[in-house]
């Protein structure tokens, strides 16, 4: 048969070249404590389970592509009392089957040539632009600019090119967390182009310190503007996939004509927990704190072994500097190999993360404990 080329010219998705390295580890008889990927492994809480099964009934409908009016009423809800923001759950918000959804289809619904994705940074949504016919352009992110993206690389002749303009806050890998300002000048330079600013905040509930991170949601103005928001995170929920894209009326109405075409509206049964996970707020104080701990417990014996805190407040990811300036890979390679710690390299999410790896606080605050051991241990 003859397949879509850039099946073969995106190659292996990064993470699947982690999995193959700890199946080898795994093959050696090493107790893996597993860093790598950023999927939760909290327990989902008794309540949302309870809410899922409770929801499940005789029939299984179809879903309809706009969602629950109870879900986008919830929705609604906690993003007011979260960033103050009244939005119209008829008008401007869509729930949808996780955060990666809009990722990679947003591109689909916009004229223009490019999308724009930082580096470092999540690789769907460049992979999105290119599926979707258009080029993808990556905009570097430094610590001299607090890995944030820096206005002044937008030029004209980049911003007459896009479609999209992707920002990640708090931002995966490095933690980073966008002040409105920087929102707000994005937001006016899209809008001065016609193209859309779109705000992953996968990780906006999940923060180690100071204050709560800021939402587009908290622009004076939405035009040209959507945010992305998912329980995987800040619920435990991730396997649910459930999320919600929010903002734009017109984008939002042209995701209700587009989304019916691809199926992927989330199942009622997951949304009615949804609705259960966006009015409770304790739930997920008490998630923020767990990672909180993971963090003290893991990050003095990672800072004695020679990293550097590299990053930001933000996520559940400790962003670290290698020891002496050790290549990514290699460093990641030396610490399975040296202490069964799987670890994520920096260069997984774009060439900027060279001299950097990125640890997810995924497994129990017991195996941080474990894992901080294992390192004072040498």
């Not at 093959?27 to 409770?54: C, H, K, N, Q, S």
């Not at 911003?159 to 992707?166: D, E, F, N, P």
């Not at 509206?265 to 909180?292: G, L, S």
């Not at 290698?322 to 069964?340: I, K, N, Q, S, Y």
Request: glycine share 8%.
């Amino acid at each position: 048969m003859r397949l879509n080329p850039l099946i073969a010219e995106l190659g292996t998705y990064p993470f699947t070249r982690l999995d193959d390295a700890k199946a080898a580890g795994a093959a050696r008889g090493a107790d893996l404590i597993d860093f790598g990927v950023g999927e939760p492994r909290e327990e989902t809480p008794a309540f949302l389970r309870a809410a899922l099964r409770d929801a499940i009934g005789p029939l299984a409908p179809y879903p309809k592509a706009v969602g629950l009016p109870e879900l986008r009423a919830a929705i609604a809800g906690w993003a007011e009392r979260r960033t103050g923001r009244a939005l119209d759950p008829e008008a401007e918000i869509i729930p949808t089957l996780g955060a990666k959804e809009v990722v990679f289809h947003l591109p689909q619904l916009l004229a223009g040539a490019a999308v724009a994705t930082t580096s470092p940074g999540y690789p769907v949504g460049g992979r999105g632009a290119r599926f979707a016919g258009k080029a993808s352009v990556t905009l570097p992110l430094s610590p001299e600019h607090g890995w944030l993206p820096d206005p002044a690389a937008l030029t004209p002749e980049l911003m007459r090119s896009l479609a999209v303009l992707w920002i990640n806050t708090p931002n995966n890998p490095t933690g980073a967390v966008a002040p409105l300002a920087l929102l707000a000048t994005l937001a006016d330079r899209c809008r001065e182009f016609d193209v859309v600013l779109a705000s992953d905040e996968a990780y906006s509930e999940l923060w180690f310190s100071g204050d709560a991170p800021t939402s587009a949601l908290q622009l004076d103005d939405l035009t040209n503007v959507c945010v992305v928001n998912t329980l995987s995170k800040r619920s435990a929920m991730a396997g649910y996939r459930s999320g919600f894209v929010a903002g734009d009326a017109r984008l939002i109405a042209a995701l209700k004509l587009y989304r019916p075409s691809v199926g992927v509206a989330p199942q009622e049964h997951v949304q009615r927990a949804a609705i259960a996970a966006w009015n409770d707020e304790a739930h997920v104080v008490a998630v923020r704190e767990r990672y909180r701990a993971k963090r003290d417990a893991l990050l003095p014996a990672l800072l004695e072994h020679g990293f550097r805190d590299a990053g930001g407040p933000g996520t559940f990811f400790l962003w670290l500097a290698t020891p002496d300036g050790e290549r990514a890979e290699d460093c990641a390679e030396r610490l399975l190999r040296e202490h069964a710690l799987v670890v994520a390299p920096g260069t997984f999410f774009g060439p900027e993360g060279e001299g950097y790896v990125r640890v997810a606080l995924v497994p129990t605050v017991d195996r941080c404990r474990e894992a901080a051991a294992r390192l004072a241990a040498t």
